[in-house]
């Protein structure tokens, strides 16, 4: 559904020429469900914008849905749906308007487009909102108002940009279900952008982490946690001397593990931690240093992106907002 | 607002995958998108004409005086002057509404549909011709009780040609916006500062005869003066050189500005 070769973008301010994404190569193969994570500037925003054909790629190649996005551009907007960061309706005019002159820019005729969109302002809860101006809608509205025109005209390849970005915790659950629930009734290919792990975890199958205009990592939300990441096993202990001996025998008996001790306490990250749990119990207690207290934690997968790039996600955005040089790519890019 | 609250309804099949439209379906459907909040709401066109009624109202007493002539010879020359003024109000600031679009998002939208970027032009430059025409029905209703005698066929000549002189206009406005951006300032300021000096070299106020030369000069490079002057001829009904100069212009501007306006709309992203 999707290919990129070397798909590079570079954005010239003045004399300076920042590259937001360089040499991406990506493939996506029909009924994917993908997401692009990482911290703001790191150039998945812009890789959606070449595939989406709103900007010309620098230099390498992409195919969407069969055509060019260079040579082949109208045939790609004909097949793709976008749900941009902004509101797809203009804030003038009526709901139901909106949604029918974009499904007959697809080429539906009027009745069809007027069907299609009842359906979607009923499943969207916003059946009684349809002769409302845009501009009176509440922020929830309006994002479910902008699923809706994303999919008016079913499309088979759907991208959304930072769809979440601004909802609350509840209005983004909701749109959530709907993004899961176009891909359960018409097997859509869905490709998403998102800074929000919890976001990309629950939705995504197979995560694509982007840092620097690059992939840094590539696979499902499990797998590259545990590939990344291992489980962390927080144990205490009721004294130094116990926690040192139990950090010993830890190291001692699973040399993958990182061990980290702590005054009383000792953390063991390892790859399927959580199945190691009862034999390290067991020999701890055998060796007469049981843990007074055993938590296990399952990595997130901003845990993940700190292991693939020694940063955190989240404190990635303050940095990068202080960087000069991915400030200017953010704003060139946005 | 839970997932509760939005009911999930079995949607029926998709209807068939997007099919091809025409040039002419696509620039309709822009035409008629931008026209749409102008009908539902016609306030802004009704608001839009309160100042030139004012202009009317306050100003052709004024030329009475100053020129000695009679309030329907002043009107016969003042009134085709404010509706090409009236035009200009409109038409160079609707680029601002484009602005807002690019702001919120929904330009965006338009640039992923299939809609052809030229259709997007047109479309939104072609919308300029209805309030143009209204508003200058209106004045023209107003301007007659008073002793203003258009010639009918002059008359609906002279909006023609206007209104071919606003699409170019518009898409010009139009273009003004998607170079500056979100920038709101100075897309006002470049519209400010270019619209009174036209106006006022192409004698819509006060005429130009007796100008010193290089005031002439300026005013014979400024399109918009011919449009002005075919606008008196036609409305008068004398068919002369005056209108086909003024058709010439505006037809000019017409080109100009969507050739300029498209490719500011393919170069936008």
Known sequence: MIETRGLTKEFRSGKKTVTAVKGLDLQITAGEMVALLGPNGAGKSTTLRMLTTLLAPTSGSARVAGFDVTSGQHAVRRAIGYIGQGNSAGHSQRVIDELVVSGRAYGLSRAEARTRADELLDSLGLGDQA?????????????????????????????????STGLDP????????????????HGAT???????????????ERIVVIDNGKVVADDSPTALKSRHAGDRIAMTFSGRDHATHAAQRASA????????????????????????????ITDLTAAGVAPATVEVARPTLDDVFLALTGRSLREGRTELRTDPTNRTTEEVAA | MTALDTPTRTTSAPPATSRPTSQLHNIGLVFGRELRPVVRDPFSVVFGIIQPLFFLGLFTPLLVASSGQSTADTLQWFVPGVIVMLSLFGTS????????????????????????RSSLMIGRALKEIVPTIVQALVIVGVAVPFGFRPDVAGLVVGLAVL???????????????????????????????????????????????????????????????????????????????????GAVAAALTCVVGLVVGAKAMRASS
């Open chain 1, 170 to 185: 509840q209005n983004r659950a909701n749109l959530q279900e709907h993004v899961v629930d176009l891909r359960r009734k």
């Open chain 2, 163 to 245: 209104s071919v002189f606003c699409v170019g206009l518009g898409a010009l406005s139009y273009a003004l916006a998607l170079a500056v951006k979100e920038n709101q300032w100075a897309f006002w300021g470049v519209q400010q500062t270019l619209l009174f000096p036209l106006m006022l070299l192409a004698g819509i106020l006060l005429p130009l005869t007796g100008a010193p030369g290089w005031l002439e000069v300026a005013s014979k490079i400024n399109p918009l003066t011919y449009v002005v002057d075919a606008e008196r001829a036609l409305i008068a009904g004398t068919w002369d050189g005056d209108a086909v100069a």
């Open chain 1, 131 to 163: 002769t409302q101006k845009v501009m009176t809608l509440s922020g929830g509205q309006r994002r479910r108002l902008d699923i809706a025109m994303g999919l008016i005209h079913s499309p088979g390849l759907l991208f959304l940009d930072e769809p």
């Open chain 1, 253 to 280: 008996a699973h040399p993958a593990a990182q061990v980290t001790l702590d005054g009383a306490a000792v953390d063991v990250q390892v790859a399927g931690g959580a199945g190691l749990v009862s034999a390290l």
């Open chain 2, 93 to 116: 600031t609707t680029g601002a509404n484009l602005q807002v679009e690019m702001q919120t998002g929904s330009h965006e939208r338009t640039l992923v549909s299939p809609l052809s």
């Open chain 1, 190 to 204: 869905v490709v998403l952008t998102t800074h929000y792990l919890e976001e990309a975890d629950s939705l995504a």
